[in-house]
């Protein structure tokens, strides 16, 4: 046990000390869908303290920045600058209502930019089966755009955009953008772009290009360089069943690369499987 602390600590240290000694160029950009007490921890799903956790850690360790930042970075190479501490991006996708009541007020409280990729067709949608409403209202979204958070297009109604034809796509995500942009008027909604479950083809790439997108963001799991393709952008999924080590290693360049490792290594200490001293997602493995 000893052993396994003393190992953890080491890690946590070079992450810290790393961050401060080697510029990076890399920007992560996070994923989380609901944040709610209601919905057990999962890769969609983050208890409201957990998710306070993090933000913290990314107000006090991290540079944030907006969706408008990760345009601009992808618009010229000279944009694409050096950074000492990790730089992130926050994001949201859907339009789960409980963005508003339980990530908002954490996000105002940190003074932290997000974006949420919405779905016109889902706003003030109720669940059938008990009639409360589960998404964001115009209202919601107004308050949320006057206190730095973004909201861009996640198509009209959510298809898996691979199993439509070229004209179907293009109509989703061309109606998607300018129902939204009616009611926001926001520039940045012309230029950013989440693909729904993640999953496009060579159309959906070129539709994009033929709409003048600039950045499109994907479910690929891993950061994202001055190199990459800008409408291939890939995303961390914020598991809520992750701790803080995990969550830490992904948004650090060098942690993402180290963590498999030192993780293996501590995981031969049999660690107990208490929620306290949980080490990263579902013990003992992880997907």
């Given at each position: 046990?000893f052993?396994?602390?003393?190992?953890?600590?080491?890690y946590?240290?070079?992450?810290?000390?790393?961050?401060?000694?080697?510029?990076?160029?890399?920007?992560?950009?996070?994923?989380y869908?609901?944040?709610?007490?209601?919905l057990?921890?999962?890769?969609?799903?983050?208890?409201?303290?957990?998710?306070?956790?993090?933000m913290?850690?990314?107000?006090?360790?991290?540079?944030?920045?907006?969706?408008?930042?990760?345009?601009k970075?992808?618009?010229?190479?000279?944009?694409?600058?050096?950074?000492?501490?990790?730089?992130?991006?926050?994001?949201?996708?859907?339009?789960?209502?409980?963005?508003?009541?339980?990530?908002f007020?954490?996000?105002?409280?940190?003074?932290?930019?997000?974006?949420?990729?919405v779905?016109?067709?889902?706003?003030?949608?109720t669940?059938p089966?008990?009639?409360?409403?589960i998404?964001?209202?115009?209202?919601?979204?107004?308050e949320?755009?006057?206190?730095?958070?973004?909201?861009?297009?996640?198509?009209?109604?959510h298809?898996?955009?691979?199993?439509?034809?070229?004209?179907?796509?293009?109509?989703?995500i061309?109606?998607?953008?300018?129902?939204?942009?009616?009611?926001?008027?926001?520039?940045?909604?012309?230029d950013?772009?989440?693909?729904?479950?993640g999953?496009?083809?060579?159309?959906?790439?070129?539709?994009l290009?033929?709409?003048?997108?600039?950045?499109?963001?994907?479910?690929?799991?891993?950061?994202?360089?001055?190199?990459?393709?800008?409408?291939?952008?890939?995303?961390?999924?914020?598991?809520?069943?992750?701790?803080?080590?995990?969550?830490?290693?992904?948004?650090?360049?060098?942690?993402?690369?180290?963590?498999?490792?030192?993780?293996?290594?501590?995981?031969?200490?049999?660690?107990?499987?208490?929620?306290?001293?949980r080490?990263?997602?579902?013990?003992?493995?992880?997907?």
């Open positions: 046990m052993a396994a602390k003393t190992l953890a600590i080491s946590l240290a070079s992450l810290v000390a790393y961050q401060y000694i080697r510029p990076q160029y890399s920007i992560a950009v996070l994923m869908h609901n944040v709610t007490e209601i057990p921890p999962s890769y969609r799903s983050i208890r409201p303290e957990d998710f306070r956790l993090q913290k850690y990314l107000k006090d360790q991290c540079e944030v920045l907006s969706i408008q930042d990760l345009v970075a992808y618009r010229s190479p000279r944009h694409f600058t050096r950074s000492r501490k990790p730089r992130v991006i926050i994001t949201f996708d859907d339009g789960f209502r409980d963005n508003y009541t339980n990530a007020p954490i996000l105002k409280e940190f003074s932290l930019p997000a974006t949420c990729f779905v016109p067709s889902w706003f003030s949608k669940d089966s008990t009639a409360k409403r998404f964001l209202n115009e209202k919601e979204i107004k949320m755009r006057n206190n730095g958070i973004s909201f861009c297009s996640h198509t009209l109604s298809p898996m955009l691979p199993h439509l034809d070229y004209k179907e796509q293009k109509a989703e061309l109606k998607g953008r300018q129902e939204l942009y009616e009611r926001i008027s926001d520039p940045v909604v012309l950013a772009f989440a693909y729904p479950f999953e496009y083809n060579q159309d959906t790439m070129e539709i290009k033929e709409l003048k997108f600039k950045i499109g963001l994907t479910v690929w799991h891993h950061l994202n360089g001055p190199n990459d393709n800008p409408l291939r952008l890939k995303r961390l999924t914020a598991d809520g069943r992750d701790g803080m080590i995990k969550f830490a290693s992904q948004v650090n360049p060098f942690g993402f690369k180290a963590y498999d490792k030192i993780i293996k290594r501590l995981r031969t200490f049999n660690l107990p499987r208490s929620e306290g001293q080490i990263s997602g579902p013990y003992p493995t992880e997907n």
